[in-house]
């Protein structure tokens, strides 16, 4: 079973639409709406592959102090973070409307 299919620690519905509402419009503003890279690096899931979990998770809650990405702390749980890498390394296509 992969991570993705793990959903005990999942947002609820409501939640995980606002997630992916802010993937695309504050993280699409750097890492392209696409999320195929821009100002910030891709986030594909070939891009994240192999990267691990907590290193990802890290980086989206504490950002990358002298570089563009701002810590995501103060608006979303470690777990919120955590289910949106997860999200991001599913291959789920990203909706441009959310």
């Known amino acids: 079973m992969s991570a993705w299919a793990d ?3 999942a947002p609820d519905p409501a939640r995980q639409q606002a ?3 802010l993937l695309h419009q504050d993280c699409g503003a750097c890492h392209g709406l696409t999320l195929k890279g821009g100002l910030g690096s891709p986030l594909t899931p ?3 592959s192999g990267k691990p979990m907590e290193n990802l998770v890290a ?3 504490n950002g990358r102090p002298g570089t ?3 810590p995501w702390k103060p608006f979303m ?3 919120e973070a955590e289910w949106l890498v997860q ?3 599913s ?3 990203l909706d441009p409307n959310q």
Do not use: C, D, F, R
């Open 7 to 9: 959903t005990s620690n």
């Open 19 to 21: 997630l992916l509402h």
């Open 46 to 48: 070939q891009a994240l």
């Open 59 to 61: 980086t989206i809650m």
């Open 68 to 70: 563009p990405m701002p």
């Open 77 to 79: 749980s470690e777990a």
């Open 87 to 89: 999200w991001l390394q």
């Open 91 to 93: 291959q789920k296509p």
